[in-house]
């Protein structure tokens, strides 16, 4: 029987492609030591030489024809890494960085994270290296219906319920869905994030941002720390998840004065405009710098200004940051200059945001700190509100679906903080999630044996 440590020298050689895989299990294997040592029933399932092994790692050729006719070759996946809670659950990725690796990095957090949140929901991921940007609406459909073409033999309301992820939004799911409908002429909720007229549940848009804030406020509440309304806040992104937080935080009367897209990063001194932000990036899909020829008194910061290893956006002064982009965007230099500059509370909404270096550095420093699995489930709990919904034909209000997210973000943090408790590692927020989503769908493991 392996221990943690023979575990993590298995995979001691992180390389290029497996390098996040490792990074995030090394992180969960690490965190639940204590809960292996006090119930030898998880050596003895074999749970985490189990558990660090996807189900089925599905791989898949996208042939589609461009706008001038010429063929395009593109590489499809979806990972079905672990269903003892219930159907494989977890967003697509189209992006041009995605690889088998990366995947298998978001499909192994996708498994705590769909546990933390209590829900019958199993750990999945999928995507593709194909890029939406700068393609036509039409080159967009062609492509997400040849992916279609192959998905569609591997998942089901009952098997694997893909959603969104960077580069999926509404117009992906929506041709995705149409594909899907037109091959099997069933109408089945077989993808969340559908637009609200043919299955998509309120607030799945909003989801994520919304969950990160509210888990965020429990965090500061249980903590005895001064809540958000007033205070300073950066953001970084400026996608589905970052400009859903900026709207939480006003709603809460915080004041967020950052965002940033790949290219660069913007600081609007009184808060940035959001209406303004929902426009460049829902709707015209535009870089921020566009942002300037209405607010010149804001300022941007183009990426290629900063060091490679730090990001204009932590080098404001802040109360609380908000990770939003996409993984190991923030770094310990970066984790350094917030807390320098006496940042009091990070969450993750992004999937692993901030390098082992940063969280460590957070930690140490005795930041309030919010983990991914934890801080951004919000997104896939509404995803599972909307399974939910399309099981049994139904709509749920803007007002129940508001307040059940908020109740589920408030139970996960909860959960979080006792469970840090109960293994003595109190305020690690890290470690409390880990084991928290850890013991649910082992326990689960062993009743449903081998
Ligand atoms: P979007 O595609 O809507 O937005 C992504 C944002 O991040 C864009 O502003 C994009 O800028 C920026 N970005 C992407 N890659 C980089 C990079 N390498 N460097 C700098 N900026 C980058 O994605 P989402 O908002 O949906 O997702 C953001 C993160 O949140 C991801 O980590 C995702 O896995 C996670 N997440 C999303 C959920 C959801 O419900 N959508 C649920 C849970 C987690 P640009 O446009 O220039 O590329």
Redesign the pocket.
Known sequence: MMNVNDLIKKFEKPTDSNQLFYQAMEEVVLSIAPLLDSDDRYKKNAILERLVVPDRVIKFKVEWFDDNQNIQVNTGYRIQFNNALGPYKG?L?F?PTVNEGVLKF?AFEQIFKNSLTGLPIGGGKGGSDFDPKGKSDFEVMKFCSAFMTELHKYIGPRVDVPA????V?AREIGYLFGEYKKITSKYDGILTGKPFMFGGSLMRPE??GYGLIYFTETMLELENKEPLTGKICTVS??????LHAIEKLYHLGAIPVTC????GTIYHKEGVDLDLLKDMKFNRRVSLEEYLEVHPEATYIPAEDYPADGHAVWDIPCYGAFP????N?LTGMDAQNLIANGVEVVAE???M?CTTKATNDFLNHKICFGPAKAA?AG??AVSEFEMAQNASMGKWSFEKVDQKLKTTMQQIAKRVVLTAKDYGVEGNYVDGANIAGFKRVADAMIAEGI
């Open positions: 967003g990725r992006h978001l969104g992820d960077i580069g939004g989801a994520t992104g400026s996608g589905n998840v970052a940033s897209d790949s290219k939003c982009a996409t993984q965007e909404g992004a999937n945001p951004n997104g896939v």
